[in-house]
């Protein structure tokens, strides 16, 4: 879907659902650091993909997992004072399918797709490490979940 609606000289990522989006990168090897841990102590994270939703200027996949976000709560707590005021804030988990768009565009996108999104449930299988290089983004490493708790 993503690949169908996103504009394509503006798709530089597969689809993925963002928790941060400027850990500064002097804190590179700590975050790989906390990732591996986190990843090495939990299990596939529990989520439910609930419908659709509007951005705006774009259309997005609603997401609900409070444990991916109380993951994230952990690496937020890790990092006080180093989060940008975007970051402070717990996201509204989604994939965006579709992003700046005119308003009308989006509008369409939404009332096309209404009735063909079913809500399921999935399990998020780890954490990535990107970094923004003013367009596209390379990618820096996967942490896989492989421990045994639940978050």
Wanted: charged letters at 25%.
């Amino acid at each position: 879907m993503r690949n169908e609606h996103f504009p394509p000289e503006r798709n530089y990522l597969e689809a993925h659902v963002t928790l941060f989006h400027a850990i500064p990168q002097s804190c590179e090897d700590e975050l790989s650091d906390l990732c591996k841990a986190i990843a090495s102590q939990y299990e596939p994270v529990e989520a439910r993909l609930e419908g659709l939703m509007s951005l705006g200027r774009g259309t997005a996949l609603k997401l609900a997992s409070d444990g991916i976000l109380r993951i994230r709560d952990r690496i937020a707590e890790h990092f006080t004072g180093m989060l940008t005021g975007q970051d402070q804030h717990r996201p509204r988990l989604h994939v965006t399918i579709q992003n700046k768009v005119s308003p009308g565009e989006a509008k369409a996108l939404l009332s096309t797709l209404e009735g063909t999104i079913q809500p399921r449930n999935f399990a998020f299988r780890g954490l990535s490490l990107f970094h923004y290089v003013g367009g596209p983004w390379d990618h820096v490493r996967d942490f896989a979940f492989r421990g045994r708790e639940s978050a």
